[in-house]
């Protein structure tokens, strides 16, 4: 597609409940990132992908949340027992190009699913 | 100490002033540096990215870059009611061909007429 597309814009879910956050990257790019934001805030790192392995899974806050890649495309952020803080969007950005640094590694965001735990 | 550092502002600018936002790092071994603006509501879009020491200057705005002081800034000139927005720093931390991009707080501008 022509950007990065994030499903669903919007969930609002009942405490303890489990959700499923959905990325679909910009076609050909190697690496995604998830990143929490909450108001006032910038954007917090959770996990990064290169293809479909994580890179870097150190910013997942707690084993609640889980994310996978599995064919190195579309990505699932997946959130068990929710809790009210997890309220917050939830940012997917991909990648242009990973390479030897110093390289062009501008990350492109989705619009963000606003999760809002009850 | 935090990665990555801004002021979170509110920077308030008179119209057609430079806005001058400023960033520190703390990982001596990044390389690559962004500034993304965010309004509010909507997700970061990228509009400057420096590699090298020194300015890179793109139409109105400017990005800096002192590795030595761990430092990178971003100027605005000739500011508009429309860049009013929050400006995110962002960090590749990481070497090798690992990334892990890392976002300051923010700081948030204020153009007014």
């Known amino acids: 597609g022509a950007g990065v597309s994030q499903t669903p814009s919007n969930k609002v879910t009942e405490k303890g409940k489990y959700v499923e956050l959905r990325c679909d990257p910009i076609?050909?790019?190697?690496?995604l990132y998830w990143y929490r934001q909450s108001l006032g805030q910038g954007p917090e790192f959770l996990i990064y992908?290169?293809?479909?392995?994580?890179?870097?899974d150190s910013g997942l806050p707690n084993d609640r949340f889980f994310a996978v890649r599995p064919e190195g495309s579309v990505s699932t952020l997946k959130i068990q027992r929710t809790e009210r803080g997890d309220s917050a969007v939830y940012l997917c950005?991909?990648?242009?190009?990973?390479?030897?640094?110093?390289?062009?590694?501008?990350?492109?965001f989705g619009q963000g699913t606003r999760l809002t735990v009850v | 100490q935090k990665e990555v550092e801004q002021n979170s502002g509110p920077l308030s600018v008179p119209e057609g002033a430079i806005a001058s936002l400023n960033c520190t790092y703390s990982d001596r071994g990044s390389q690559s540096f962004f500034w993304y603006r965010q309004y509010s509501g909507k997700s970061p879009e990228l509009i400057m990215s420096?590699?090298?020491?020194g300015d890179k200057e793109d139409g109105r705005f400017t990005a800096q870059l002192n590795k030595a002081s761990q430092y990178v800034s971003l100027l605005i000139r000739d500011s508009q009611p429309s860049d009013s927005a929050t400006y995110l720093c962002a960090v590749n931390i990481g070497s090798g061909g690992y990334n892990k991009l890392i976002f300051g707080a923010g700081t948030r501008l204020a153009v007014h007429p």
């Open positions: 420096i590699y090298s020491n």
């Open positions: 076609s050909g790019h190697t690496a």
């Open positions: 950005a991909s990648l242009k190009k990973i390479d030897r640094p110093p390289s062009e590694t501008e990350a492109f």
């Open positions: 992908f290169q293809g479909t392995g994580a890179a870097d």
